[in-house]
């Protein structure tokens, strides 16, 4: 139970449908935002909002300190790539290591069948081949697929997701009203959770570790120095703001690829973002198997972005080929291929290959 609308009203509902709940809500980062849009799962405020609820709907409430696993598997993480070129996705991070890994445990310490969220995704089992499948959530405005890629046959088959099958969000809304929860119209959190919105990521890192901000080159792709930055960790694939730097024509700079060692943070054009090939690691495969055979998926390389047509191809260097060239392939994020709607596979990026027709070059960080 984070505190949110969304886990709140999947154990009201299995309360009011009969089954013995127990409510767990993981002590992972200490905050006292005050902003509830910047006051994520791991604030003081939302272990309140959760133990509110299990007192209002009547079981049991603990809370689970995991600072330390969210330390390691999370928070170090997020600096280590920041500082190796890379944005990373912490959420997906904190799912793969911390909620769907160690809270799982705790929940089969407690006797549990289930460990129940309020994540946005579905779960279906094979009749014939007994595989279990994740699948995109029935609501056409909510859907969370895209940070639960990397379920493994146990997680699935021990999750249930209530929120999954739920037409729309302003649909829980109505039901958290009607079952009388307090945070029926509380926002949805809407930064990372252990960042502060003063200052962003920068700032945190700054705070975290310093010494991984040192000042280097902003260079044009052919190697022309246009001036000076502060620190390759400060910026990600794609970012506009920030370059405070103009191309000879006038026109805005995006920032192309980090080179950490070197020093420099690549810029050019926004039409030099574009990949027509994303090369894939740490593969998670899920209702297609690991092949070297394309196969035809829909796929997005970020979680707002709308899923895309694609082929898909496993093997020794798994990459998706999209048939439309895609912007600003950032490596550390995450790409999940769909086939439907189930999650056919997913991987973190490494790099992209530039649109030419000579010798394509791997843009990744070093």
Known sequence: MSGGVDSSVAAALLKRRGYDVIGLTMQIWQ????????????SLGAVEDARRVARVLDFPHYVMNFREEFRQNVIENFIDEYAAGRTPNPCVQCNKHVKFEVLMQKM???????????????????????????????????????VLYMLDQA??????????EMPSKAYVRSLAHDLGLHLADKPD??????????GGYAEFLRKQRPEIFKAGEVVTTEGETLGEHEGTAGFTIGQRRGVRIASRSGRPLYVLDLQPKTGRVVVG??????RSEVELEDMYWGSVVDSDKPVSV?????YNMAPQPAM???????????KEPVRAVTPGQIAVAYRG??????????GGVRLTRSAPELVATE
Not at 31 to 42: I, K, L, N, V
Not at 111 to 121: M, R
Not at 341 to 350: L, M, P, R
């Open 31 to 42: 905050e006292s935002q005050t902003d509830p849009r910047h006051a994520g799962c791991c």
């Open 341 to 350: 709607k189930s999650v056919a596979a997913g991987g973190t990026i490494v």
């Open 298 to 302: 829909e796929a997005k390389i970020r």
């Open 155 to 164: 997680q699935l088959r021990n999750t249930w997701f209530p929120m999954g």
């Open 108 to 146: 089969k310490e407690l006797g549990c069948d289930k460990l129940v969220t309020g994540h946005y995704a579905r779960i279906r089992q094979n009749a014939s081949t007994g595989r279990f499948r994740l699948l995109r959530s029935r609501a056409q405005d909510k859907d969370q697929s895209y």
């Open 189 to 198: 959190s809407q930064e990372i959770c252990f960042v502060s919105e003063a």
């Open 312 to 322: 898909l191809v496993g093997g020794e260097k798994p990459k998706l080929v999209f």
């Open 269 to 274: 054009e926004e039409g030099e973002l574009l």
